[in-house]
């Protein structure tokens, strides 16, 4: 049962375009991790959510973790192709069974066309 | 401090040989994860330990997987046996819930080919 669903799967895209990526559980995390993947290497952090209806920006980017602590979602604007990659979300204590173990959405590539 | 470090980087390996990732957290962290990706797929929770201690085992390490922190500070992981679907990319990652709400720093994966 995948606890972390992430939409959409893969997103293509011209340079200057918004996109916003989802991610939706039936299950409450205490926070939620952002990660992006370059092919061959491991995911990096962009950021942290921890508070229902908190909104972080990360220069073009924007992430809200909704009120509930159940779902997020990462917006970016006027998107350039070096966003291009695998965009990750990941759930910590998944309805408060597991401390520790972060659960992933299967993700969504992102490619930007010049 | 560079982050965390694994190796090899990449391993191929023939069906029936035995394989050992080691995986070096950050200096503080005391929390160390390892996780399996397979492509086109989110990272999977393997197993963690809190210093020393293995605290939690994913169903998906089967008896031929063991992974070690004899002294709280690096990690192993061993796959006896390898069997093709074990080719993965295998991820370490670490954290300290003391520094920072629990967020895991991943270093740059093995990438484990079965023949």
């Known amino acids: 049962t995948q606890l972390l669903e992430q939409s959409p799967q893969f997103l293509s895209i011209q340079e200057g375009e918004n996109l916003t990526v989802y991610c939706n559980s039936s299950s409450v995390f205490s926070s939620l991790q952002w990660y992006r993947q370059e092919p061959g290497e491991g995911p990096v952090l962009l950021v942290t959510?921890?508070?229902?209806?908190e909104v972080k920006k990360l220069k073009r980017l924007t992430f809200q973790f909704g009120d509930a602590r159940k779902d997020s979602s990462l917006h970016i604007t006027a998107a350039q192709p070096g966003d291009t990659g695998l965009y990750l979300c990941?759930?910590?204590?998944?309805?408060?069974?597991?401390?520790?173990?972060?659960?992933f959405g299967q993700g969504t590539i992102l490619t930007v066309h010049p | 401090d560079t982050g965390v470090s694994q190796n090899p980087r990449h391993k191929i390996t023939k069906r029936g040989q035995n394989v050992t990732f080691r995986c070096d957290p950050i200096s503080e962290h005391n929390r160390l994860y390892w996780y399996r990706q397979t492509l086109g797929q989110g990272p999977e929770f393997l197993t963690y330990f809190q210093n020393e201690a293995q605290l939690e085992k994913s169903r998906l390490l089967s008896d031929r997987f063991s992974a070690e922190r004899p002294k709280g500070s690096f990690s192993t992981l061993e796959i006896q046996r390898t069997e093709q679907g074990d080719s993965a990319m295998y991820l370490c990652?670490?954290?300290?819930?003391?520094?920072?709400?629990?967020?895991?720093?991943f270093g740059p994966g093995t990438r484990l080919t079965v023949l």
């Open positions: 959510v921890v508070t229902g209806g």
């Open positions: 990652a670490s954290s300290n819930p003391g520094l920072s709400y629990n967020e895991q720093f």
């Open positions: 990941a759930g910590d204590n998944a309805g408060g069974t597991s401390y520790g173990k972060l659960t």
